[in-house]
């Protein structure tokens, strides 16, 4: 079995579990109105988790509550928007230009998120919500592995 179908098969997830939060951050991500499986309102992500698959892992962006249920906009920055700038770079091949990984949710990784939405036929709005997280790449790395591999995980 290649890398990248080893890495979407990725279902020992199931440790991250969607709590809903009634939070958000910035105008474009409270506009987006993403809810989660129970139609609670997303919360804003705000720092990182480390999702294993077996010794390679990948930093995923989380709520402040550590739900993989939240949102990600214009007007966002920090450590969970660095995660994603990583893995729309590395295994997505969008170009972020000059600032590269700065952990501000700019332009260029708008338009890296609506490039991943484009492609995987999801709704078209450069926020990043869990469709987009289910349709991601991620670059799982450690114990002498690399892949870029998808993460799915159940509402």
């Not at 290649?2 to 939060?21: C, I, K, P, Q, Y």
């Not at 309102?41 to 480390?50: E, I, L, N, W």
């Not at 550590?66 to 949102?71: E, H, P, Q, Y």
Request: proline content about 3%.
């Amino acid at each position: 079995m290649s890398r990248r179908v080893r890495g979407w098969a990725v279902a020992g997830v199931s440790a991250l579990l969607l709590a809903g939060a009634a939070a958000a951050a910035g105008p474009a991500v409270a506009d987006a109105g993403e809810r989660d499986g129970v139609g609670v309102a997303a919360a804003s992500c705000t720092k990182t988790k480390k999702v294993h698959w077996g010794t390679p892992a990948a930093s995923l962006p989380v709520s402040s509550g550590g739900s993989v249920n939240c949102l990600l906009g214009p007007g966002s920055s920090g450590s969970a928007v660095k995660a994603l700038q990583h893995a729309l770079a590395r295994c997505h091949k969008v170009n972020l230009g000059a600032g590269g990984v700065d952990g501000i949710y700019g332009e260029r990784t708008r338009a890296g998120v609506l490039a991943v939405q484009r492609a995987a036929g999801i709704a078209q709005d450069g926020v990043y919500g869990l469709q987009t997280q289910r349709s991601m790449l991620w670059d799982f790395q450690g114990g002498g592995q690399r892949f870029c591999g998808n993460i799915y995980v159940n509402p």
